[in-house]
């Protein structure tokens, strides 16, 4: 982390070198964007802090651990498929379940219908790709979850 923070801080030095004025806009730019999305996120953070403290350890366990059948597979697509979090939150949430029990190929498959499927967001894409592709690609994305799930488990047993 620290790394990331030197190589940060020096290139808004060379930046600030390059072109003050620019570099001072971006500076501006990028703080409102982060004041605007903090409220946000925050909600989001406290809303799944909230969510995780009342889903016992035994819960995740049982249902979504080594051997989770179906049901923890579909219940981690509909998950995926739902909810509406941007990585750098739902990475560090992963990192939690797994800690607590839950297997790669369930969080394979709550990861991947994240990025990938998107129910809440069928309306908009509908307007601009048409009901038939946007059909289709969610169908496919879902499909392509459970492969990567699938190969996760694989890989995972074999290592």
């Known amino acids: ?20 004025k620019k570099t001072i806009e971006a500076l501006k730019r990028g ?27 035994e819960f995740l366990i049982t249902n979504f651990g080594s051997n989770p059948g179906i049901f923890g597979y579909v219940m981690a697509a509909i998950t995926g498929s739902i909810t509406l979090i941007p990585g750098f939150i739902a990475y560090p949430i992963c990192g939690y379940l797994i800690k607590n029990g839950v297997g790669y ?3 394979a498959v709550f990861i991947t219908t ?19 592709a946007t059909i289709l690609r969610n169908g496919l994305s879902l499909i392509g979850a459970f492969i990567v799930s699938l190969l996760i488990g694989l890989l995972w047993n074999i290592i």
């Open 1 to 20: 982390m620290i790394v990331l923070i030197i190589i940060t801080l020096l290139a808004i030095f060379l930046s600030f070198i390059a072109d003050k």
């Open 114 to 132: 994240l990025m990938m499927v998107g129910i809440a967001t069928i309306p908009i894409e509908k307007q601009y790709f048409g009901l038939k």
């Open 31 to 57: 703080s409102l964007m982060f004041l605007k999305l903090l409220p946000k996120m925050l909600n989001i953070i406290i809303l799944i802090s909230i969510i995780l403290y009342f889903v016992s350890k």
């Open 105 to 107: 190929p369930i969080i």
